[in-house]
């Protein structure tokens, strides 16, 4: 999309944001609402129409998150999944609530969190009960 800086509100408007007060200046900032997800935060025109000739985005916080949060979602997934295969319903957050998972190496299967898989490095709860044998 060409964008055409000497003016700003259109091109706003043409990258999903809305304007909420009377345009003042392109390097003042303005209370911005996004037409994607509704959320409304103050912004200069000029640091939106360049986050979106670099990044391809609009620059809404909001829809940032919420971008970070699923792709980050779909990393925990595939890092689980190379170790364990996943038995019971899961949706990617590293929550407290335990999962059901095979282990892939040893095929026991157990509960456990997320957190505990990816951080604290549990390979299997079941073979780690038992006293590894002494020489």
Same mark, same amino acid.
């Given at each position: 999309?060409?964008?055409?800086?000497?003016?700003?509100?259109?091109?706003?408007?043409?990258?999903?944001?809305?304007?909420?007060?009377?345009?003042?200046?392109?390097?003042?900032?303005?209370?911005?609402?996004?037409?994607?997800?509704?959320?409304?935060?103050?912004?200069?025109?000029?640091?939106?129409? %360049?986050?979106?000739?670099?990044?391809?985005?609009?620059?809404?916080?909001?829809?940032?998150?919420?971008?970070?949060?699923?792709?980050?979602?779909?990393?925990?997934?595939?890092?689980? %999944?190379?170790?364990?295969?996943?038995?019971?319903?899961?949706?990617?957050?590293?929550?407290?609530?335990?999962?059901?998972?095979?282990?892939?190496?040893?095929?026991?299967?157990?509960?456990?969190?997320?957190?505990?898989?990816?951080?604290?490095?549990?390979?299997?709860?079941?073979?780690?009960?038992?006293?590894?044998?002494?020489?």
């Amino acid at each position: 999309m060409n964008l055409d800086l000497s003016s700003y509100p259109e091109n706003l408007t043409l990258i999903g944001l809305t304007l909420h007060e009377k345009y003042i200046g392109s390097k003042k900032h303005h209370k911005i609402q996004c037409n994607m997800c509704g959320h409304t935060w103050m912004a200069t025109p000029y640091s939106r129409i %360049q986050l979106y000739r670099n990044n391809g985005t609009n620059g809404c916080p909001e829809c940032a998150k919420t971008r970070r949060y699923s792709e980050n979602r779909a990393n925990v997934i595939k890092l689980l %999944q190379e170790r364990f295969e996943i038995l019971s319903e899961y949706d990617g957050s590293q929550t407290e609530n335990k999962i059901t998972v095979k282990n892939k190496t040893c095929g026991h299967t157990f509960e456990s969190t997320p957190t505990n898989l990816l951080h604290r490095g549990v390979k299997c709860a079941v073979c780690n009960r038992f006293p590894s044998p002494t020489n």
